[in-house]
């Protein structure tokens, strides 16, 4: 007899066969599919789907080397060693997976073609994917043959999607390539796997034409509109899909040399048919651009108006002109190069359109003059280029329409020359620093002024970018920083905003002049501009600051509005705007008034993209905002931090440890034993790729910041996602290195990831404590999380200050008391004992104690404090203390308390912790007038046998709730 056992039905599992009175099972060695096929014949169960091993042996062995032809109807006609036989060397059971009736189906998934894709299986009525470990292109010949595909071109490792659901059904697939179906390979037994959906395995077949790359409707075959061919369909590419390693590896693909410039926008017109949305992720090693990995959207596009365009070098059609004859690098006779020669360009139809390209790309400014007549000599060599017509935006003068090897009827008494403006940039003078100031321009060797109405924000910004002066905050016109002595040049800029240079901006030369009292003039941010929220619940809510010229300002706007608050919350990775306030909500600022206008679409990535930025005095009152991502509504989770009376800013970089140019530190986290590992190189920060990222590395980690031994290796960017650089990817450190950077490693910078895959780390000195308590978030046993384990703290020679410092990191005051009523002593273990504090300390762990871990605790000796919480509360406006509108202090600052829920247990409460009596009457909508600030408290939800106002139940009064519905109570005690 045969049966199936340990599978979810009778169709699958491990094979035993029954002999002298037992079950036993079979060894898998020689363990295959005619073997499996003959044990679906024999059970009624189909064909056979797989024949997989199991990774240990579960029984007695009674059958060993199997050795069906697949037509046999019954095991025992097959071929094996005798009964009983025991040296399984394979040491492994035989499985079977039969297909019982199940539809067994497979599909590439989803790129426009059947013969190209993520690989999928249809089994048991629901498609999974296949995962990667082992796969290779033997694999991949089955599935193409499989599906009438041909030979296969690629087998991605990574086909990565952004939501996936569904089983994996299949896991290290090994074929030999001479199946005819994927059921025939080997693999491991179906659903059994140690795989997530970014390891899904995919496979582009190459039948006839079906999968090809052009680059469309450009000057050449190495410059166009990126485009993709499926099965005879064309797909145009979105200006998100790639970037430049994406971009170089398409150049090469189409040998074209190397990638000059990628073009977004739909330069190179639009396109037909459907949009690839995918995110193509090469590491710039691959010969195809499908041998890349994808990233899946789950979006459409239809619209054709942000094709993405490519200029390829073609080895050297692309390369950047040359002047020649002239006085310097700056003007001259423009030569371009095919090949190995240099020729000439043409004059007829040169103008100072074409020459302003030459001169920007070359980092020469701009276009003075363009003399005619072989202004700088006649050339010697061909005629290279003729009727060039630029716009006069451009970036290379290879994006330009042109005739090339244009040799009609034009000689070398017709070449092209061009002056350009020369390499000096813009300087700002007679400002309050070097980063404010009059806008002046070098032209040849004369510095001069530049006129107001030819200058924007976006130009300025450019200016400001130039002179690594951060961003501009202002634009001032009417000679604000004087007249200056030089001429009054009469450019035009018409920047972006996003160039680096201002010479990288196209410029209208020779407008209208104006007068000396119309002088330009340019207020930068003097370096980065930081923006905060001051006096709010959390980062992503409050007062809005600007950090300029080293000190942190306000902004005043009267018409401040939720387009301007969403700016802002994205700039600080914020979310959305829920509020916008332009009432002083958050308290008045004490800083300089640095911006008075602010006027934003809502759709710029940060403030000083914002149209109008204005700079001056103003009677308008401070502007505040809500983001969506606050996460402070119930102040109870935050109240700790509240009665400490102070902010909790986390540094980006903390404790960083060097060896010789390269640093290393955790992010993301206010511990630096805990957090997203970061590196510094070639003068960035950049993150680590979760690629093989596993214990051994997060070990190396731990062990080179002082922080113990690792206890995870976090992925999918657990601490957040970085910016910069993503330095190093598929790291593989052995756990016994002494610096990350002693792991074998491939190139810095090379790599295949986004920073949704950054790593992070779990250091056993990861330090965190809390009061365990049902009653208080102030009171109860005292617990450290440390060597990624709770435990708890003993109390013996635990003397005042020592508490203290525990109720100071709790954020619950500066004194408590010793306190046995918290119940139970905890299952954990006992990490500290006989701490001495001094009390300068800020942490617990920075007190004197025994070793960790070493204890001479009993029973009964387990640490639980009661903290003396204090909130600041007074009365004002009344006739006397104890009577008045309610208002407590947050922050440094005085606010007031909602009559929402304010009834008289909480007005008890309030004149109880005044010493004020018991109350006597609750006074709602501003009674005792309206109080000016911010609105702390919200829906206030005391018993009313509390003795301070902090015990009762506290949310942040973050709703509708204005100075109308201020709160007030009346005590029976006297001033």
Not at 648 to 670: A, M
Request: aromatic share 8%.
């Amino acid at each position: 007899q045969v049966r199936l056992v340990n599978g979810t039905g009778a169709c699958e599992g491990t094979v035993e066969v029954y002999s002298e009175g037992r079950w036993g099972t079979v060894c898998s060695n020689m363990w295959d599919i005619p073997d499996a096929e003959v044990i679906c014949k024999q059970l009624g169960c189909g064909s056979v789907v797989s024949a997989p091993h199991s990774s240990t042996q579960v029984g007695a062995f009674l059958l060993n080397n199997v050795r069906c032809h697949g037509n046999e109807s019954h095991l025992w006609q097959c071929e094996s060693d005798h009964w009983d036989r025991e040296d399984c060397t394979s040491e492994s059971d035989a499985l079977v997976v039969c297909s019982e009736g199940y539809k067994m189906e497979l599909r590439l998934w989803e790129i426009n073609s059947h013969c190209g894709g993520a690989v999928e299986v249809y089994y048991r009525g629901v498609w999974g994917s296949v995962c990667s470990q082992s796969w290779d292109l033997k694999d991949a010949a089955v599935v193409c043959k499989q599906l009438g595909c041909g030979e296969p071109e690629v087998a991605p490792l990574s086909f990565r999607y952004s939501h996936v659901g569904g089983p994996i059904w299949l896991n290290r697939v090994q074929c030999t390539g001479n199946e005819s179906s994927l059921w025939e390979c080997q693999t491991e037994v179906l659903g059994h796997h140690e795989c997530n959906h970014w390891m899904d395995a995919g496979v582009f077949c190459k039948v006839g034409n079906r999968l090809s790359l052009v680059l469309a409707n450009g000057s050449s075959p190495c410059a166009g509109r990126v485009e993709f061919i499926f099965e005879k369909v064309k797909e145009t590419a979105s200006d998100t899909t790639l970037d430049m390693h994406e971009a170089e590896i398409a150049c090469q693909q189409l040998h074209c040399g190397s990638s000059v410039s990628i073009k977004r926008k739909s330069y190179f017109g639009e396109g037909v048919g459907p949009v690839w949305n995918n995110i193509i992720n090469c590491s710039g090693s691959e010969a195809l651009i499908w041998q890349c990995n994808y990233t899946k959207r789950y979006s459409w596009i239809f619209n054709h108006s942000s094709d993405i365009g490519n200029f390829c070098s073609s080895k050297t059609e692309h390369r950047a002109p040359r002047l020649v004859g002239g006085a310097d690098a700056c003007s001259g006779r423009i030569e371009i190069q095919y090949g190995e020669t240099w020729g000439a360009v043409c004059d007829r139809n040169w103008d100072i359109h074409d020459a302003d390209v030459v001169c920007r790309q070359l980092k020469c400014g701009f276009a003075v003059s363009v003399p005619d007549g072989a202004a700088f000599g006649e050339g010697a060599g061909p005629i290279w280029g003729d009727r060039v017509d630029c716009r006069g935006n451009e970036s290379i003068m290879w994006e330009c329409p042109f005739t090339p090897q244009g040799l009609q009827n034009c000689t070398h008494e017709n070449d092209a020359a061009v002056i350009c403006s020369g390499h000096g940039g813009p300087r700002l003078m007679d400002g309050e620093s070097r980063c404010s100031g009059r806008v002046e321009i070098l032209h040849g060797n004369t510095w001069g002024s530049v006129c107001d109405q030819y200058l924007d924000l976006e130009d300025a910004n450019v200016i400001c970018e130039h002179l690594s002066c951060g961003v501009a905050v202002s634009t001032l016109r009417g000679a604000h920083f004087g007249k200056g002595e030089g001429p009054i040049w009469r450019d035009s800029f018409h920047c972006r905003g996003n160039e680096s240079r201002l010479w990288e901006c196209r410029t209208t030369w020779d407008q209208p002049s104006c007068t000396s009292n119309n002088t330009a003039g340019v207020i930068c941010s003097g370096g980065s501009w930081q923006l905060r929220l001051s006096n709010g619940g959390s980062r992503c809510d409050g007062r809005l600051e600007v950090f300029y010229n080293g000190t942190w300002g306000r902004v005043l706007d009267d018409s401040w509005d939720l387009n301007d608050a969403d700016v802002v919350c994205r700039q600080l990775d914020c979310g959305s705007a829920l509020q916008a306030y332009n009432s002083s909500q958050y308290g008045h600022g004490a800083g300089p008034v640095w911006l008075t206008g602010v006027e934003c679409l809502g759709n710029e990535s940060a403030l000083h993209h914002c149209n109008r930025l204005s700079m001056g005095q103003s009677d308008a009152s401070d502007v505040g905002l809500l983001c969506s991502e606050h996460k402070h509504r119930n102040l109870n989770s935050v109240k700790r931090k509240l009665l400490t009376n102070k902010n909790l800013q986390f540094p980006q970089f903390s404790d960083c440890r060097f060896s010789e140019h390269l640093k290393l530190c955790l992010v993301g986290h206010d511990s630096h034993c805990r957090g997203r590992v970061e590196v510094y190189y070639n003068g960035s920060w950049g993150t680590v790729c979760d690629d093989q990222w596993d214990l051994s590395d997060a070990e190396v980690v731990c062990k080179q910041l002082g922080c113990g031994h690792a206890i995870t290796a976090t992925m999918l960017a657990a601490f957040g996602e970085g910016r910069g650089p993503v330095w190093l990817d598929d790291m593989q450190c052995r756990g016994n290195e002494s610096l990350l950077w002693e792991c074998p490693l491939v190139e810095w910078g090379r790599h295949n990831c986004k920073h949704r895959e950054d790593s992070g780390v779990v250091c056993s000195e990861f330090k965190e404590l809390k009061l365990i308590s049902d009653q208080h978030d102030c009171a109860g046993r005292v617990e450290v999380f440390y060597n990624g384990t709770w435990g708890s703290v003993c109390s013996n020679n635990m003397r005042d200050v020592t508490i203290g410092v525990i109720c100071r990191q709790m954020g619950c005051g500066n004194t408590g008391t010793l306190d046995k009523q918290f119940g139970e002593e905890g299952s954990g273990p006992k990490w500290l004992d006989n701490i001495n504090c001094l009390g300068y300390e800020s942490v617990l762990w920075q007190c004197p104690s025994l070793p960790w871990g070493q204890n001479k605790c009993i029973e009964g000796e387990v640490a639980q404090i009661a903290c003396q919480e204090h909130l600041e509360v007074r009365l004002a406006g009344g006739d006397s203390k104890c009577s008045g509108r309610v208002e407590v202090q947050y922050n440094g600052s005085w606010g007031t308390v909602c009559d929402e829920s304010w009834d008289l247990n909480a007005a008890s409460v309030a004149c109880r912790q005044l010493d004020c009596g018991s109350a006597v009457a609750v006074v709602s909508d501003a009674g005792f007038g309206e109080g000016i600030g911010p609105v702390w408290l919200d829906e206030v939800q005391c018993r009313g046998s509390e003795s301070l106002l902090i015990h009762c139940d506290l949310f942040g009064g973050f709703r509708d709730c204005g100075h109308k519905e201020d709160s007030g109570v009346v005590c029976s005690g006297t001033s």
